[in-house]
């Protein structure tokens, strides 16, 4: 099932998390935090971009989820699936997806969701994370979805994505 907007100008709301194999300060998960300034610079200049959350002045991995220091947090707004998977798939980004076993353990639960927004719409670390786990109470729907339900996410399809 895919899920289209309710309005065609909607946008389409992410939240992933993801839990470190160790805190921010630890010499195991610098490539990936050294990297961090870098793949958010892309994102931001992607075409599709709309919004990040950042908590105040500080990096968005700073936002309080948890308990844990070493779970993560990242929330954006684009003007579409396409323009996501573009950026997730096709720029720098990738290549940290690909060897995020390096750097990640696996999260417990859900880790990554999709929903749709009305223009100008932005959101707080605890309502993302309530659409995470609505995703994982109640499966795919208008609330939150993933990857296979969103439409125009052919990269997804044609097997370059895999969550």
């Known amino acids: ?11 389409l709301a992410e939240v992933n998390v ?3 194999k160790a805190p921010m300060g630890d ?3 610098a490539p990936f935090v050294n990297a961090l300034d870098r793949v958010n610079a892309v994102a931001e200049a992607a075409d599709g971009f709309l919004w990040r959350h950042i ?6 991995l700073s936002a309080p989820i948890s308990s844990d220091e070493k779970v993560i947090f990242n929330a954006s707004v684009w003007r579409d699936a396409a ?20 750097w990640f353990d696996v999260f417990a639960g859900m880790h990554f969701a999709m929903w749709w927004v009305p223009p100008g719409t932005t959101f707080t670390p605890a309502e993302a994370m309530d659409r995470l786990q609505h995703l994982q ?5 208008e609330t939150a979805f993933g990857w296979v339900e969103a439409p125009g ?5 044609d097997g370059r994505g895999t969550g």
């Open 83 to 102: 323009s996501l998977e573009q950026f997730v798939w096709k720029t720098v980004h990738v290549r940290f997806f690909q060897e995020r076993a390096r």
């Open 27 to 29: 010499p195991l998960v």
């Open 55 to 60: 908590d105040g002045e500080t990096d968005p």
């Open 1 to 11: 099932m895919i899920i289209h907007p309710p309005e065609p100008t909607w946008h």
């Open 153 to 157: 996410a052919q990269l997804w399809r």
């Open 137 to 141: 109470d109640h499966g795919p729907s």
């Open 18 to 20: 993801a839990l470190l």
